[in-house]
């Protein structure tokens, strides 16, 4: 079920695009985000969306590929929104739909500060749609993108103006924290987050996501200004044998191991409880997708055969799932 080329085409075309923060938990985050929501699905679909294991989760970097290889202008403002340029009320006083944002502001507007609440609401309705018609491939595409979408709900940074600490001298913090930290600790992170729960109020969950994500900001970036502080600053980066700044292949500062460290452990498990959160409402917006569609038989989607073969492989992984661990999982490294 590998997709090799794939990963090596993205991480080609990411490289020749020198882009900053653009992957929003980076390849190892989205792809691990996308992969545990697959278990946390019920039995009757479950078997589904195992069969599609691979694509799910390599399909996670898709959106971000949109923008920065296809250079697709409408994708830049589905990936976050900087609620300050909405007002200090910006949380209630927003409207909660898409087609109530585009009665009160230009598109213009709209563009520069984000959608992403709105947009991940409207993933959600087509997705629904695609369950009610049991069209497989627009299911498989439209749960992977909107699993990048909540992913990027539950980033704090993707929230806020200040979005790589350029406000405050903390270039480079987006990625630390997103990339860099998950890279090296993830491996920790136990990934099991229980059954998917029904959703009764879509609307209310994406603002809901925004709020609690929102939050966060001020303690990710204080945390980290603090630390720089009383750090020695010889010792804040990885330095080369001329004692320059190691960049990674995006251009983007590398944090030595104990600064990281540190900062992972200063923030007191945020990063990881994050990263559960986003598969938690991944899964639930899965389920609530399919049930919202009548509950459709998935079975006859896939050849008979397939979901045999694969029977005994999920029952594997669904186990090693429940120890917090994923299987057959390799993202490209970005540090």
């Known amino acids: 079920m590998k997709v090799t080329f794939f990963r090596k085409f993205l991480g080609t075309a990411l490289v020749c695009l020198g882009f900053l923060w653009a992957l929003a938990w980076g390849s190892w985050g989205h792809e691990h985000i996308n992969r545990a929501a697959v278990f946390a699905l019920p039995a009757e679909i479950r078997p589904f969306f195992y069969n599609h294991l691979d694509f799910i989760t390599e399909e996670a970097g898709i959106p971000d590929l949109r923008k920065y ?3 697709d202008k409408a994708e830049f403002a589905r990936h976050y929104i900087n609620l300050e340029s909405f007002g200090d009320q910006a949380l209630d006083s927003l409207p909660r739909t898409m087609p109530e944002a585009r009665k009160m502001y230009p598109d213009s507007l709209l563009q520069k500060n984000g959608i992403l609440p709105w947009y991940m ?13 049991k069209r497989k491939t627009e299911i498989l595409f439209l749960a992977a993108d909107l699993g990048h979408y909540i992913g990027d709900a539950h980033m704090p940074l993707h929230t806020a103006l200040n979005h790589d600490g350029q406000l405050t001298g903390q270039r480079g913090i987006h990625a630390l924290w997103e990339s860099q930290l998950p890279e090296l600790f993830g491996g920790q992170y136990n990934l099991c987050t229980g059954p998917a729960v029904y959703i009764t109020d879509v609307t209310a969950a994406c603002w809901d996501m925004m709020r609690s994500t929102h939050q966060l900001k001020d303690t990710l970036l204080i945390t980290e200004q603090n630390l720089k502080a009383s750090y020695p600053p010889d010792q804040i980066y990885l330095k080369d044998s001329s004692g320059n700044i190691v960049k990674n292949k995006f251009n983007q500062p590398v944090h030595s191991f104990q600064y ?3 900062y992972h452990e200063l923030l007191h498990g945020m990063v990881e409880r994050q990263l559960r959160r986003a598969i938690t409402m991944t899964a639930n917006f899965w389920y609530t997708a399919w049930v919202n569609a009548g509950r459709p038989d998935m079975r006859g989607l896939d050849a008979p055969s397939m979901t045999r073969r694969n029977a005994p492989f999920l029952e594997a992984d669904y186990k090693t799932w429940q120890h917090g661990k994923l299987t057959g999982i390799q993202p490209d490294r970005e540090f």
């Open 69 to 71: 290889t296809i250079n």
């Open 121 to 133: 609401q409207e993933v959600m309705g087509k997705l629904t749609q695609a369950f009610r018609a």
């Open 260 to 262: 990281a460290k540190k």
